[in-house]
């Protein structure tokens, strides 16, 4: 095994899963730790993800629940050890901490540091001198805190400085390899120095493919003389394939399919707030998509009646052939369930409605609620079936449910995807069903 990863919640785990298996690392996704039949399917793998949703989680659920999870993933004795978070590092000491999931981590893997690496240019996202700037959807470049991740309605970024923000997460003493040190070639100097002074967590500045390659590269030595462990976004995972793509562990990226039209109506069920995913709903509803609003502030009192009011009228339009869009928000929205609570409605509701239509290709849009609508199908894996946009690939699902086996579902965070990204999911072929 190779890499082992967690994500803390299902879209960024789609994310590593895309990143691995599209460029040749044979890569399982488990939605829950898997057991030995559940591995013998699996044998080639070498690179095994756990998809989790620790994003919404407290400290204290982190306590009861990671250190397991840590402790199976090191007994495959993979060189690269990865906790997965967001590229817009969204957390708080009381919300999805990752400051606490790097305690955690460090207490079972015992690193000699802990690198950081959220830089992810394939995603828009930079760092530089440790502050995060992200793209905007306009197509601008903010920083963090300027972008519309400041208005998270959970974890809103108000800190663009990454050291200061996990301060508050955690007492581990930080440091950084900034963009100077990577850029003339003294990072692993600066790194020594680093460690030399005491730091335990390590940032590492990344702009372009060039600068996340020879952090990646740099990683990639230590892993190989003791593993690591890191709480990073993708742009850990893009930086190590591209040391193993010099080294020739890997090959080239596996091209993407061809466009299909397929027949089968899509099923959109969105939980986001995003103004990106708003702008993709209104798109796909003038392009002749069915749209079905459903009413969060209902939940939970009159959860029932809203639920089988939206799978009926859904039920109808997908058995008429159309598109469907179910979204609880079209943008900023007050009044919202919890993150837990309504990605468990709308998982009862997709459950319900592929019991009742013939369709196989589902898009679940929001971190959290993509993440808690996921465990409520018996699904136990997923596979990487094509890539369509960045951080958001097509996915195969494996199951004991005949009816659910070979679901192909696309797990889409609320700032990822161009304006036509539906159309770019309802059109394309898959290459690994």
């Known amino acids: ?30 939605l829950r730790l898997p057991d030995a039949d559940q591995l013998a399917r699996f044998k080639d793998i070498e690179a095994l993800g756990i998809a989790g949703d620790s994003r919404s989680r407290s400290p204290e659920w982190m306590a009861a629940n990671l250190p397991r999870i840590f402790a199976a993933m090191k007994q495959f004795n993979a060189p ?5 978070v967001c590229s817009t590092f969204d957390s708080s000491p009381t919300h999805g901490s990752i400051g606490r999931a790097i305690e955690l981590g460090r207490e079972v893997f015992s690193p000699e540091f802990i690198p950081v690496v959220v830089a992810a240019p394939h995603l828009g996202r930079y760092v530089v001198f440790s502050n995060l700037f992200a793209v905007c959807p306009d197509g601008t470049i903010q920083r963090i805190d300027r972008h519309p991740m400041a208005q998270h309605p959970v974890t809103p970024m108000h800190e663009a400085d990454l050291c200061r923000h996990l301060a508050a997460q955690t007492k581990l003493a930080m440091g950084q390899v900034d963009l100077t040190a990577i850029q003339s070639g003294c990072a692993v100097t600066e790194l020594d120095r680093q460690l030399a002074e005491g730091r335990q967590v390590i940032f590492f500045d990344g702009v372009d493919p060039t600068s996340i390659a020879t952090t990646g590269e740099l990683l990639w030595q230590r892993a190989l003389e003791r593993s690591i462990f890191s709480a990073s976004s993708s742009g850990l995972t893009a930086a190590i394939v591209s040391a193993w793509r010099k080294s020739g562990i890997t090959g080239e990226t596996l091209s993407p399919a061809p466009a299909n039209n397929k027949s089968e109506p899509l099923l959109i069920i969105s939980g986001s707030c995003s103004t990106v995913t708003a702008n993709q709903i209104r798109h796909a509803l003038e392009n002749g998509s069915r749209s079905i609003s459903i009413d969060p502030c209902r939940f939970p009192g009159s959860l029932n009646s809203e639920l089988e009011r939206v799978r009926d009228a859904a039920a109808t339009s997908l058995a008429d052939h159309h598109d469907v869009v179910l979204h609880t928000a079209l943008g ?61 690939p097509l996915c195969r699902a494996w199951s004991e449910d005949p009816s659910l086996d070979g679901l192909e579902l696309v797990l889409k965070g609320g700032q990822t995807g161009t304006p036509d990204f539906f159309e770019a999911v309802r059109t394309h072929n898959s290459m690994r069903a």
């Open 1 to 30: 095994m190779l890499y082992t990863f967690y994500g803390d919640d299902f879209t960024g785990s789609t994310d590593v899963l895309e990143q691995l298996a599209s460029n040749g690392v044979p890569t399982a996704l488990f």
């Open 80 to 84: 690269i050890n990865h906790y997965k």
């Open 332 to 392: 900023a929205s007050s009044g919202m369930a919890s993150g837990d609570a309504l990605g468990r409605a709308l998982g009862h509701l997709l459950r319900d409605l592929l019991a009742m239509v013939r369709t196989r290709r589902v898009v679940l849009c929001g971190g959290d609620t993509s993440s808690h609508a996921l465990e409520q199908l018996d699904l136990y894996a997923l596979t990487w079936a094509a890539s369509i946009q960045p951080g958001a």
